[in-house]
Structure formats: C-alpha cells, structure tokens
C-alpha cells in the first residue's frame, strides 16, 4: 500500500523528450540526456540497459501529479528490472504499465510519435495489461499499525485496505496481515492462507 499525499519538483526521463533540444541546444524539459547504444539482444535497438524510461500518452499531461507520483515510486523498479536481466539473459523487454496510463519500459528506448506527431500507445489498452488488471490474483495487503499509524494515518490506511477490497472479486484470493513489532493476521482464524474474495470474507 503506497500512500501519496505528496507534490514534489522531480525530472524523469520522458521516452519522447530525452535527448531533444530546442533552438538555443538547451535539452527540453523531461529531455535530459540519455545515453542509447545498439545492443543486438534488443533487435540491434539503441536501448539503454542501466534505465528504464517513461512513455505518456499524447492525451495525458507529462506532469500531471498522478503521473509524476507514479514514475517517482516506480523508479525503484530500475534495481529490478536489472537484476532480472542479469539474473535470466533471455528475457527481452520489462514493462510496468500504471493504471494512470504511463508506461515504463526496460531497457530504456527512444520512442518516436507517429507522422501526426501522436503518442497513441496507451498501455491500458494492451492485451496483457487487461489480463493481468482482470485475471483472477492472489493479494496478501500488509497494513503498518505501529506507533506512527495512529489517528488519521491509520483511518486512511484503512480506508485504502477497503478499497483495495472493493476491487477484488470471486475470482481472487486474499488475506491481510497487520505489522508492528510483529505481524498477524487480522483475522486469526484465517492464520497462513489465502481466502476467497467474496462478499462474506472480505466483510
Ligand atoms: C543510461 O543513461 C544514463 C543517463 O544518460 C547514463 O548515465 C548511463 O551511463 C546510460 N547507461 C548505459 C549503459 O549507457
Ligand atoms: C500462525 O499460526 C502459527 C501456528 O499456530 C503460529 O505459530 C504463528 O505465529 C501464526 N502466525 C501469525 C502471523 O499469526
């Protein structure tokens, strides 16, 4: 459970906008420079094997907060990307695709609008993005109840628990551990396994 209440200034590396420049050879906003060699296992692409970068769509604003947010908390996901890679060589391409609609692809592409100057790749609309937002999935939610959780912290915390309830249906399984000093379930009863998300369990 991530929760976000926070704007912040933050560059990232916009797969569009890196290493553009405007007139005066400044590089443009979100277009730092970002180094692309050929690598024969990516189809002699010019990828960048160290960084995953992030693709908007056309219809959606590059810094807009939900987005900027979501490529900040998913830059972790570069250390992971990596060692996959390092750990299993034939993988190809690593996707992490948001709800909010950005795409964030390792190793890291220069990617280039089509003749009309449109992004028009939404990765919410790709096959495997509605197969693995809609597939049935086993969810376990640990929810921090320590001492810094208290008052409202730990309202919103639960709140969010409940939503992330109200997504799941008869298809998925779930269970929630709370954490202190020591973790339990919420409900003893249901101690080291998964249940079914129907109405009577989540209740
Ligand atoms: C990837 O790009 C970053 C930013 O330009 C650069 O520091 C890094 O050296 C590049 N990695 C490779 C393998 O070229
Ligand atoms: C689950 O039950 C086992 C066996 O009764 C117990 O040892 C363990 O501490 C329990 N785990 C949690 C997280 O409650």
């Known amino acids: 459970i991530i929760i976000t209440g926070f704007l912040f200034q933050y560059e990232y590396f916009n797969a569009v906008l890196i290493n553009e420049r405007d007139e005066d050879g400044n590089f443009l906003e ?3 420079e970002f180094i692309l060699e050929p690598n024969d296992h ?3 692409l010019p990828v960048n094997v160290t960084l995953s970068d992030v693709q908007v769509p056309t219809n959606m ?11 900040y908390w998913s830059e972790s996901l570069n250390k992971v990307f990596v060692d996959n890679f390092g750990h299993d060589p034939s993988l190809i391409w690593q996707y992490f695709g948001s709800a909010k609609g950005f795409f964030r692809q390792y190793p890291g592409i220069k990617w280039e609008p089509d003749e009309n100057g449109v992004i028009a790749f939404d990765c919410r609309n790709r096959k495997w993005y509605i197969q693995a937002a809609t597939s049935p999935k086993d969810v376990v939610i640990l929810v921090d109840v320590s001492g810094s959780m208290k008052g409202l912290r730990l309202t919103i915390a639960k ?10 249906g008869d298809d998925d399984f779930f269970n929630i551990i709370a954490y202190n000093e020591e973790l339990h379930y919420v409900e003893p009863c249901l101690n080291g396994t998964l249940v079914q998300a129907d109405r009577a369990n989540k209740e």
């Open 61 to 71: 604003y590059n810094k807009d907060p939900a987005i900027v947010n979501g490529v």
């Open 159 to 168: 709140q969010t628990v409940s939503s992330i309830l109200d997504t799941l």
């Open 30 to 32: 979100l277009g730092k």
């Open 42 to 44: 990516f189809n002699n």
